[in-house]
């Protein structure tokens, strides 16, 4: 996706997360991924490569319980 930034210059969108294309701007901020809450009217953005490495996380703190 292309947008025009606050600076008024030209760009791709990215993640502010991760750095990869963005697919929505929720909360000012761009994401790279779209996750509804209870229907469509509630789309947020969220980041995939964030989201990952949280669950790889839990993951391994519950393997080491
Ligand atoms: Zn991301």
């Known amino acids: 996706m292309t947008i025009i930034?606050?600076?008024?210059?030209?760009?791709?969108?990215?993640?502010?997360?991760?750095?990869?294309?963005?697919k929505i701007n929720?909360?000012?901020?761009?994401y790279c991924a779209i996750e509804s809450d209870m229907g469509v009217m509630n789309l947020k953005g969220f980041c995939i490569k964030e989201r990952k490495n949280k669950n790889d996380k839990e993951k391994k703190f519950k393997q080491s319980n």
């Open 26 to 30: 929720h909360g000012g901020k761009w």
């Open 5 to 22: 930034k606050e600076d008024k210059r030209v760009g791709p969108a990215i993640c502010c997360k991760c750095g990869d294309d963005a």
